[in-house]
């Protein structure tokens, strides 16, 4: 089992930043990808953003590329997601997720999950 950690959401001005950080504990040699998903009321789950856990390749969605940074600290067992220019849009709640399988854009693709962390951006 792979137990995740989520923080650092919170309330922010439209322009703004923030950085989310998601620590992993248990069995983490297993991880092949780790990947930031949100959910906005209302909408399905979306891949944001997620990075290879050995290699540090990664892929962003079209709405956050240029905007979005992912990160990790392999010796933290660590990834984080450095978002600036904050948009409205970018409200959701922000989950971390960690894949076993090579690579994955779907949730069900996803075997471990964090208990997600509100972001919330003021207009």
């Known amino acids: 089992q792979v137990r995740l950690v989520e923080s650092g959401g919170g309330l922010v001005q439209a322009g703004g930043s923030l950085r989310l950080s998601c620590a992993a504990s248990?069995?983490?040699?297993?991880?092949?990808?780790m990947g930031w998903f949100r959910q906005a009321p209302g909408k399905e789950r979306e891949l944001v953003a997620r990075?290879?856990?050995?290699?540090?390749?990664?892929y962003y969605a079209n709405s956050v590329k240029g905007r979005f940074t992912i990160s990790r600290d392999n010796a933290k067992n660590t990834v984080y997601l450095q978002m600036n220019r904050l948009k409205p849009e970018d409200t959701a709640v922000y989950y971390c997720?960690?894949?076993?399988?090579?690579?994955?854009?779907?949730?069900?693709?996803?075997?471990?999950w964090g208990q997600g962390t509100q972001v919330t951006v003021s207009s």
């Open positions: 990075i290879s856990w050995s290699g540090g390749t990664t």
């Open positions: 248990g069995r983490t040699f297993s991880i092949a990808v």
């Open positions: 997720a960690a894949s076993t399988r090579s690579s994955g854009s779907s949730p069900w693709e996803y075997d471990y």
